[in-house]
């Protein structure tokens, strides 16, 4: 990826290796790319392309990565790619279809013939390859030394190789970078929440290392942390970037935990507290995957906290709706433990039979037999 310095919205294109896979994409006509962002979408981007907007296209294999200077303090990421007749995109604004910073990377590859630089990659691969270990260290340790977020990549790396976590550290790195939350304008939101993906997925990776309980209980804090930020920080989730990270944080989370020997990893009630927080802005579906991995043990050390927390819901709620989340949570893990007759007696004596076939359908996922 390229990255713009300054003030200049300098425009180029970079061509990594000879580009045929991408000749099509360079001979696309004005009218083609108008067909693709109608109306006021190509009028944006053909105005993003004239002005310079375009900080840098690269060109590797059948990819597109290009970076567009927009409203946000960073400019949005843009990536296409060419499969056959198919042409895949996306960019990390917060539009969410065919948008004007695509127009604009489109337009720049298929205009700019003149701004071309041909970088073969094979090159550049050799001229790695005469270089000693020694000099290829240096050059690592150099380029780390200046840039503090290539340093923490590098440090998970070593990290991994090690097969050691450091559980401090990373905690310490989830709290800086939810910390940031606060400061995340809405057109930053969903390079955001990607960027904290890559995170997380870093960290699930451990798990395939053989430190599945590691990696669980930090993705549980990510996750946990999290809620927390989404709840406190203000940020503005108009378009769901961060919703969808958390609910794809409890994926990993539980991914992480099915690899692991040692599945009780974080605290019963902490987690009962959080999946109840997490249905209040919709987040509770992140939770559920982990549920499903929790031995049986830890199901009846779960429904015991839930049942304590309904009964503290129904003693202070005046409405139904307000210990909704808690009931739910407690027939849930009803289902789960295989225990039929008492979910359905519950449901039945609360008025809300219709949960009965999400329930059963839960229990059939599980091996269970409903009937």
Not at 60 to 66: P, Y
Not at 121 to 142: C, F, H, P, Q
């Amino acid at each position: 990826m390229i990255y713009a310095k300054g003030l200049i919205f300098a425009s180029f294109t970079l061509i990594v290796g000879n580009g045929d896979q991408l000749s099509s994409l360079r001979e696309l006509s004005e009218d083609e790319i108008r067909d693709m962002g109608r109306g006021e979408i190509f009028s944006r981007g053909y105005d993003y392309y004239t002005r310079g907007r375009v900080l840098g296209v690269a060109v590797i294999g059948n990819e597109v990565m290009a970076e567009v200077r927009g409203r946000s303090s960073s400019p949005y990421s843009v990536k296409i790619e060419k499969e056959g007749d198919d042409l895949r995109s996306s960019c990390t604004c917060p539009y969410g279809g065919f948008c004007k910073h695509r127009v604009a990377v489109l337009l720049s590859l298929a205009k700019d013939d003149d701004l071309v630089t041909k970088i073969p990659a094979e090159r550049i691969r050799r001229y790695l390859s005469t270089k000693s270990r020694g000099e290829l260290v240096d050059t690592i340790w150099n380029y780390a030394s200046s840039d503090m977020d290539f340093m923490r990549s590098l440090l998970t790396e070593v990290q991994r190789e090690a097969r050691e976590v450091d559980l401090s550290y990373f905690r310490n790195e989830i709290d800086r970078r939810l910390n940031e939350a606060w400061s995340v304008e809405y057109a930053d939101v969903s390079r955001y929440a990607i960027e904290l993906e890559k995170f997380a997925e870093r960290i699930r990776g451990f798990a395939d290392e053989g430190s599945g309980k590691e990696a669980s209980e930090l993705l549980f804090y990510f996750l946990k942390s999290s809620i927390e930020t989404f709840e406190n920080s203000g940020i503005d989730d108009s378009s769901g970037s961060f919703g969808m990270f958390v609910i794809d944080l409890g994926n990993l989370c539980a991914e992480a935990l099915k690899a692991s020997e040692d599945k009780d990893v974080f605290p019963v009630d902490d987690f009962v507290d959080t999946r109840i927080k997490a249905a209040d802005y919709g987040l509770e579906d992140g939770f559920d995957p982990i549920l499903r991995e929790l031995p049986e043990k830890t199901l009846l050390s779960a429904e015991r906290v839930t049942r304590e927390r309904v009964e503290e819901a129904m003693g202070e709620a005046e409405e139904f709706w307000e210990s909704r989340d808690e009931r739910f949570l407690l027939v849930t893990i009803l289902a789960l433990l295989g225990n039929k007759e008492e979910y359905t007696e519950l449901c039945n004596e609360w008025g809300v039979e219709e949960w009965i076939t999400e329930l059963e359908s839960i229990q059939e996922k599980e091996g269970g037999d409903p009937a």
